[in-house]
């Protein structure tokens, strides 16, 4: 397991940079960048992010802002470069570009980041006084909620579910409760997400619940562990999570249903299962004393992995559309406000984190099950 697991942590390094270096060189093509936005902002022709979701804001050439093969008369080479800059001191476009960083060529940029970020320096947001760290700091403990609650939320109610539906192999109740995860799982997330604030959250119908934020005005204020103590500021903690969470969880309840279903099946037809049963246990004894712990050990090995999951899949949309302050927020209006540090910082954290997690997924794996081999295979 050791020569296994110092594969394993070797290869992060270059599945890293090539993450990092796939997502910079599309950046370089992507329409807009941090210089148009201000070209935009300077000659008043800029838009909010929401409205430029659609395509709306492809303001310029590039986000490096490559050159075009116009050129114009004084001045005319460096507005050709960004739209909407005719009519700019070009040497003021010279210092927005050094103000971005784009005065130098793509590679020594990208090389330059990644030096950087392996002393994890990701410098400041563009477009907020502050850095890069500061504001994931702010904004993890909100993306973390989710993730943790989805998970549990997950495991809850999925695996007694699925054990349920192992015992009743075949019944009606495994099938219309097949059909029923299947068609959750269909439905997209942020799709349920929307439909929940049409109905509960004031949007047509009625509003039980609130649309937006993951505590109220009142207790803003509150510090993380003031709220921990305080009745009133948990419920209402849970109380904006309630939507969010089902619109998230909604489908992650198939694949754990399912995993559970399939590992119990594969428990019961063994041979150890007919001896407990030939020597006179009931079959909730055979079920929670035998089949169970051997059972849930893939399952229980998988959470880092499902955490994992659950921080990264929905976070975007789901955080978005209910106006939560994670991660998962903060890196869409990076991307549309096209503010790189913050975007590709994220993207490092979240990939880093991964990586390492599936490691460690691996290694739970091991702990839990020593008939596990990663040795036998090839990383």
């Excluded at 709306?56 to 050159?67: E, K, L, V």
């Excluded at 409760?177 to 109905?199: D, H, I, N, R």
């Excluded at 969010?244 to 119990?264: C, E, H, V, Y």
């Excluded at 059972?295 to 880092?304: D, K, N």
């Amino acid at each position: 397991m050791a020569a296994y697991l110092i594969k394993r942590i070797l290869l992060v390094f270059p599945t890293l940079f090539g993450i990092m270096l796939i997502s910079f060189a599309i950046i370089q093509f992507a329409p807009g960048g941090p210089v148009e936005r201000m070209i935009a902002q300077i000659t008043g022709t800029d838009t909010s992010a929401t409205s430029r979701i659609g395509g709306g804001g492809g303001d310029g050439i590039s986000g490096a802002g490559a050159t075009s093969g116009q050129t114009g008369g004084a001045g005319g080479e460096v507005a050709s470069k960004y739209r909407g800059a005719q009519g700019l001191d070009p040497e003021f476009i010279k210092e927005l570009e050094r103000q971005f960083g784009f005065d130098k060529p793509a590679h020594e940029r990208f090389l330059l980041m990644m030096g950087n970020y392996l002393t994890f320096n990701f410098g400041k947001s563009y477009y907020r006084d502050t850095s890069v760290l500061q504001l994931i700091k702010e904004k993890l403990p909100v993306s973390i909620s989710l993730g943790l609650w989805m998970t549990l939320l997950t495991y809850l109610i999925a695996i007694p579910l699925g054990i349920r539906k192992a015992v009743r192999d075949g019944t009606p109740f495994d099938v219309w409760s097949s059909t029923l995860l299947v068609l959750g799982y269909a439905v997209p997330g942020f799709l349920v997400g929307v439909l929940l604030l049409v109905l509960f959250a004031g949007g047509s119908f009625v509003q039980w619940f609130p649309s937006r934020g993951i505590i109220s005005e009142e207790f803003a204020t509150y510090t993380y562990i003031g709220c921990a103590t305080s009745t009133r500021c948990i419920a209402n903690y849970f109380w904006h999570l309630t939507l969010p969470l089902i619109a998230m969880a909604l489908g992650s309840f198939t694949t754990m249903a399912f995993l559970t279903k399939n590992s119990f099946l594969d428990e019961i037809r063994k041979q150890y299962v007919l001896t407990a049963r030939a020597k006179g246990l009931d079959e909730r004894q055979v079920l929670y004393g035998h089949v169970f712990r051997n059972a849930m050990l893939l399952i229980i090995a998988g959470f880092p992995a499902a955490f994992m999951s659950a921080f990264f899949t929905g976070a975007l949309l789901i955080e978005t559309i209910f106006s939560l302050d994670g991660l998962g927020l903060l890196g869409f209006e990076s991307v549309v406000n096209r503010d790189y540090p913050v975007v590709f910082a994220t993207m490092y954290i979240f990939a880093l984190m991964s990586l390492v997690l599936n490691i460690v997924s691996d290694f739970v794996y091991t702990l839990v099950d020593p008939r596990i081999d990663f040795e036998s295979r090839e990383v």
